[in-house]
């Protein structure tokens, strides 16, 4: 069983920074971590992807060269580092997992889910 526990959302001025992380407990090597968003009245969509072994980075075109993925082995952690926020970006941001090592965009193919925490982005 994997759990998965999000922290770092909070309110940001367009252009401003925030990082998210992600702790992971129970997992093994074999998991890709994904960020997803949620806005209201929206479908939750996908914002990256890495694989744990190997650390091999997937992102939405809408977040190209604005977010970073990443990974700590040592502390069971994934990052999301999201610079030159716009208002676009907020919502409620979700960590997830899957199995295996195939990179899916489609939050349905996602087993575990963190609680979500909040990203808001002011203009």
């Known amino acids: 069983q994997v759990q998965l526990v999000e922290s770092g959302g909070g309110l940001v001025q367009a252009g401003g920074s925030l990082r998210l992380s992600c702790v992971v407990s129970?997992?093994?090597?074999?998991?890709?971590m994904g960020w997803f968003r949620q806005a209201p009245g929206k479908e939750r969509e996908f914002v990256a992807a890495i694989r744990w072994s190997g650390g091999s980075t997937y992102y939405a075109d809408s977040v190209k060269g604005r977010f970073t993925i990443s990974r700590d082995n040592a502390k069971n952690t994934v990052y999301m580092q999201m610079n030159s926020l716009k208002p676009e970006d907020t919502g409620v941001y979700y960590c997830?997992?899957?199995?295996?090592?195939?990179?899916?965009?489609?939050?349905?193919?996602?087993?575990?889910w963190g609680q979500g925490t909040q990203v808001t982005v002011s203009s």
């Open positions: 129970g997992r093994s090597s074999r998991y890709v």
């Open positions: 997830a997992a899957r199995s295996g090592t195939s990179v899916y965009t489609a939050f349905s193919e996602y087993n575990y």
